[in-house]
């Protein structure tokens, strides 16, 4: 697989922009999604959103074995980058939708709880330079509907215990991402 965008869109990521953003979420204008994510990249936004059911647990959702990055890593329930001109909100429905058939009327409480700068490299397929916002919601109703180029498994798990005990977790290999999110919540 290539590493920049110029090759040709050989990489679905290469037909899609994502808004870059300067270290205080300043949109900066946009940027080729591959482009973000290889070489040096590109600070970007994006999200990663948690979403509980009504006794606590999280819905840990694993990466499909096709994702060019953190591949088969477990994340928290989505995550993803909100398309120029969309917000944070909108794009968290939308990947529940898209990932997992969790649509708005499940939940009524989205919110957005956290946001934070992180970068980090993986393997070398690329990095992740990110302004993650953080979002969170209870679902009413538990029914899920994975599609599976997106979601290889999917778990239900104590967040509390999760996020006082991950070594306790470590074979499931959480994206970095997600672990820095569970170390801000309080």
Known sequence: MSGNAGDG?????????????DADDTEQGTVNRLDAHTGDGVRH???TALVFDGE?????????????LWDTHWDGTVASHPRPG???KEATRERLV?????????????????????KRYYENAGLEWEVCAVLQCTLD????????EEVAGRLWVDYDHLRESPES?????????????MRRDE
Not at 56 to 68: D, E, F, I, Y
Not at 98 to 109: A, K, V
């Open 9 to 21: 869109g050989s990489h679905p990521n290469a037909e899609q922009e994502v808004i870059a953003v």
């Open 45 to 47: 936004r994006a999200f």
């Open 56 to 68: 606590g647990r999280v819905l840990l959702a694993q990466r499909a074995p096709n994702k060019r």
């Open 86 to 88: 969309q917000g944070q």
């Open 98 to 118: 898209d990932e997992l058939g969790i649509t708005p009327d499940q939940y009524s409480d989205l919110r957005i709880t956290d946001k934070f700068e992180y």
């Open 141 to 148: 109703d538990v029914t899920i509907d994975p599609a599976e």
């Open 169 to 181: 977790y470590r074979q499931l290999r959480l994206c970095p991402w997600f672990e820095i999110a």
